[in-house]
T-cell receptor, first 111, second 116 residues
Framework: DAKTTQPTSMDCAEGRAANLPCNHSTISGNEYVYWYRQIHSQGPQYIIHGLKNNETNEMASLIITEDRKSSTLILPHATLRDTAVYYCIVRVPQAGTALIFGKGTTLSVSS | GAVVSQHPSRVICKSGTSVKIECRSLDFQATTMFWYRQFPKQSLMLMATSNEGSKATYEQGVEKDKFLINHASLTLSTLTVTSAHPEDSSFYIC????????????FGSGTRLTVV
């Protein structure tokens, strides 16, 4: 799995967009970018994933640069309940192999 | 969507006793389950991978005789912490994936173990 780099922490005002960056400069052609989040004392929750095109779902948008060396997770209207640790994981999708978590970004949303 | 139920959510046990944590996939068959441990303010650390009907594969540094994993069916995996000590106090999380789904990882809600 390619190494990822994320800021340790970020702050966001409630109602504003939260943009969480992830650097994955050594990503290979068949590796996807996944985002998970972990709210305090809960199990991780899947958010979104993509290969090279931008993706959007009901939770967030994922913007991947053209060279695929970095990506940004966008929470369009952050709420207090979005306060969590956000993990960017780069890997080849392969059933039976575990997700390996880095340190992630602690996002704090305040009113 | 896929749901993984993990029990108990929190447990306190005395040093030297054993504790069993259950992880069930409620609406899908989980061919592979994973167990993680998380210490305060740290990320999840993979402990072991278990495939239904076979022995678990443990990560380096994880004592297989201390952390017993059983995955006897496609919907149930258990982690037993044997002879627990205070340093085993942690947040334990299971995850399940199903055959043919490279992106479908579902996590349990975690178990807070405190050994006193």
């Amino acid at each position: 799995d390619a190494k990822t780099t994320q800021p340790t922490s970020m702050d966001c005002a409630e109602g504003r967009a939260a943009n969480l960056p992830c650097n994955h400069s050594t990503i290979s052609g068949n590796e996807y970018v996944y985002w998970y989040r972990q709210i305090h004392s809960q199990g991780p929750q899947y958010i979104i994933h993509g290969l090279k095109n931008n993706e959007t779902n009901e939770m967030a948008s994922l913007i991947i640069t053209e060279d695929r060396k970095s990506s940004t997770l966008i929470l369009p209207h952050a709420t207090l309940r979005d306060t969590a640790v956000y993990y960017c994981i780069v890997r080849v999708p392969q059933a039976g192999t575990a997700l390996i978590f880095g340190k992630g970004t602690t996002l704090s949303v305040s009113s | 969507g896929a749901v993984v139920s993990q029990h108990p959510s929190r447990v306190i046990c005395k040093s030297g006793t054993s504790v069993k944590i259950e992880c069930r996939s409620l609406d899908f068959q989980a061919t592979t389950m994973f167990w993680y441990r998380q210490f305060p303010k740290q990320s999840l650390m993979l402990m072991a991978t278990s495939n239904e009907g076979s022995k678990a594969t443990y990560e380096q540094g994880v004592e297989k005789d201390k952390f017993l994993i059983n995955h006897a069916s496609l919907t149930l995996s258990t982690l037993t912490v044997t002879s627990a000590h205070p340093e085993d106090s942690s947040f334990y999380i299971c995850s399940a994936s199903s055959r043919g789904s490279g992106t479908g990882y579902t996590f349990g809600s975690g178990t807070r173990l405190t050994v006193v």
